[in-house]
């Protein structure tokens, strides 16, 4: 079973390839995974933390669809 441990060196390293690619430091990528990050280490049980924030990220496939369609514009579909 994955553990906040993975997590957070899987964070580390999204952040780390985005700022070796020319990513700004202030892009909002970065800061969205820079506040995961933060605020994961400062929960008292970061296993519950991560389970609360997966669970509320992608509840169903409808809202996921839905994160998916505003990361894509957000991107202006670079990424995909």
Same mark, same amino acid.
């Given at each position: 079973?994955?553990?906040? $441990? /993975?997590?957070?060196?899987?964070? @580390?390293?999204?952040? =780390?390839?985005a700022y070796s690619q020319g990513? =700004? =430091?202030? /892009? ?13 280490? #400062?929960? #008292? /049980? ?6 609360y924030v997966a669970k509320q #990220? ?11 369609? /505003?990361? $894509? ?5 670079? @990424?995909?």
């Open positions: 079973m994955t553990n906040y $441990k /993975d997590i957070e060196s899987a964070l @580390v390293e999204v952040i =780390k390839v990513t =700004k =430091k202030y /892009d909002k990528m970065g800061l969205t995974y820079m506040n995961y990050l933060k605020t994961m280490q #400062r929960k #008292r /049980d970061p296993d519950d933390h991560c389970k #990220r992608t509840s169903n496939e409808e809202v996921y669809n839905e994160r998916m369609a /505003d990361f $894509k514009n957000w991107y202006n579909e670079e @990424v995909y």
